[in-house]
Every structure is written in structure tokens, then in C-alpha cells.
């Protein structure tokens, strides 16, 4: 980690840059994702996101279940929209997944969850991917329910980093999701480049997923901190952007941001209507209060923070 910040300071409201109709249009309805001790560093929610906001929260392997359902708890009252992780390979059992259900939604309201295999490398119980969650029936009467996707793929699923296994889960995530008339959209793994992501949406069409896609953004951060995470989370060829910027030295002190990628995917929006991303979520690893600024600065009036949207004056 770098010994000093660079990041720079807040523009004031009448400084942000104007934003345009297409990434304003792209940014509609975002989301973000915290972990507990991260949501504990924010005073207020409704002073940094727009009321109703879905906000995901990361479950860690080691962290209390009390905490994640505090959490929930917490940004339910503060007008978010909480979307806790269920991550298979760290739950003992049914019991216990009955458990977090149960306190989630009689403590939190919580009425969406995000399914996935979860980081660990060897289940600690009965289950091994988030279909044996589905199974379960637990999740029946959950409003929606999201998946993970992978645009650059999953080397924790398919050692080759190919697609197949991949797809394969997620026609049969789709399909449960139909029987069921459960909410369903893939929310992916961030990546740094465009061209990768819309191969990607391409390719789950040919193979016949319709699931719209909430796709992963990596919020403004440090350059180092973002190869760190990158690397640690399997990013795959548009690591090239972050390594390229890298080679310049009169950007590697500077916090990267998403702006060039999000821009490019909101141009091919406008070109391609049919295009499978719908939503942004973003990941904060630079900061939830940094990501919240870059958000107001290009999301337009429906990026406005809850404290200045027109009910709350």
C-alpha cells in the first residue's frame, strides 16, 4: 500500500462535470456493494445514495452472521435496499441457512439475496454452489434473486478459465428462476474493458441465457489497490487496461477511474438497444464515500443522494 493518498478532494455540487444522456441512462438504478466494517465507516447512507438503492453486503468467510443481519437491518432503515450474500461454501447446513434467512428477513425486511458459490476453496458443510441453495425451497418467497456471472471467467469453477460450466449453471439458474417466478438477473465480476464484457453478453444470448445483466464496475481507487484486487479476484484479459496505465508514470499516482469504461458501454447501448446489461453495480475499492462521489458526478438527478432529493427538502 502506498504511504500517501493522492485520491483528490470532493468537487463541490456546481463543479461536477456535466454528465451525459448516455451514461446517465447506463447509471439508472446502480447499485453497490459494502461489507459490514466498511458500512460502519459511513454516518448516513441517504447522505451519499439516491433512496432505494440496492445495496449488496459482501458476506466474508469469518464474519458474524449477526453483523451481516445488523447491517441489513441498518441500511433497510436508512432507505436502501439490502442484498445479502449467500455464499455456499461457507453455510454448515440447512439449519443454519434456515437460520439467516429467518433473522434476515424478521429483523432487516430483506426480500433479495445475491446466490453464489462463495471464495473458499473447500465447502465447509453441505453445500458446494448456489444451486443446492435454490434447491432448498428457502428462497421461494424471495422478491428477487441475483447470480453471479463471469465475464472473464472462473478459474475456481473451470480450472481452464473457459465458459461451458459456466453457462451451463446459468441456464439451469434461469430456468429455476422461471418455474418458480422468482426476479432473476446475473450480477458479474468487475473487468476494466469493454469489448471482453460485450463478447461475454453475446455469447450468453447465442447459448440462449436471457437473464439481464448487472454489471460489475470497480469504483475509483488507487491503481495499486486495483491490480491487488484484480489479481486476487481472477480478472482476467482486461487487466491489460490497469497494466498499461501502469507503465505511465505520470498516471500511476493517480486514482483510476471508471469513467472511460462506462462511457464506452453506454455508447454501445445507444447503438445496440438489445445489449444484455441493464444495471451497474459497483465496487467500492477505493472507498464507499469516493465511489458515491463518482456516482452524483455522472449519474445525473437520479444519482442524487437521498438528503437532497426533493422529499427530503
Known amino acids: 500500500m502506498a504511504l500517501l493518498n493522492f485520491r483528490r478532494p470532493a468537487a463541490p455540487a456546481s463543479d461536477l462535470p456535466a ?90 425486511d430483506v426480500r433479495e439475496a445475491l446466490m453464489l458459490g462463495g471464495g473458499v476453496s473447500t465447502p465447509k458443510g453441505a453445500y458446494d454452489n448456489s444451486m443446492q441453495l435454490l434447491e432448498t425451497g428457502l428462497f421461494d418467497d424471495f422478491r428477487r434473486l441475483h447470480v453471479a456471472g463471469h465475464p472473464e471467467g472462473n478459474r475456481d469453477i473451470d480450472a481452464s478459465g473457459g465458459q461451458d460450466a459456466l453457462m451451463a449453471a446459468l441456464s439451469a439458474k434461469e430456468e429455476f428462476a422461471r418455474a418458480h417466478g422468482i426476479e432473476m438477473a446475473i450480477v458479474t465480476q468487475f473487468a476494466f474493458e469493454a469489448a471482453p464484457i460485450i463478447d461475454w453478453t453475446r455469447s450468453l444470448r447465442r447459448e440462449g441465457v436471457d437473464l439481464p445483466v448487472h454489471l460489475g464496475i470497480a469504483g475509483p481507487a488507487k491503481l495499486q489497490t486495483l491490480i491487488k484486487f484484480a489479481i486476487a479476484c481472477g480478472v482476467g484479459p482486461s487487466l491489460r487496461v490497469l497494466q498499461k496505465r501502469a507503465r505511465d508514470v505520470s498516471k500511476l499516482l493517480l486514482p483510476f477511474e471508471p469513467t472511460d469504461l462506462v462511457r464506452d458501454l453506454a455508447n454501445h447501448k445507444v447503438a445496440h438497444p438489445d445489449f444484455a446489461v441493464e444495471r451497474l453495480h459497483f465496487f467500492p475499492l477505493g472507498g464507499i464515500k469516493s465511489n458515491a462521489e463518482w456516482t452524483r458526478a455522472h449519474g445525473g438527478a437520479s444519482a442524487c443522494p437521498a438528503i437532497e432529493q426533493p422529499e427530503h427538502t
Open 19 to 108: 454528465a451525459t444522456p448516455e451514461v446517465v441512462a447506463l447509471m439508472q438504478g446502480f447499485s453497490m456493494e459494502v461489507m459490514p466494517r466498511t458500512a460502519e465507516k459511513i454516518a448516513d447512507f441517504r447522505a451519499l445514495l439516491p433512496q432505494g438503492t440496492r445495496v449488496y453486503i459482501a458476506h466474508i468467510d469469518g464474519t458474524p452472521i449477526a453483523d451481516m443481519v445488523a447491517t441489513a437491518a441498518r441500511l433497510r432503515a436508512e432507505g436502501m435496499e439490502p442484498m445479502p450474500h449467500f455464499p455456499a461454501r461457507i453455510i454448515a447446513d440447512k439449519r443454519e441457512l434456515a437460520d439467516w434467512v429467518a433473522r434476515y428477513q424478521g429483523e432487516a
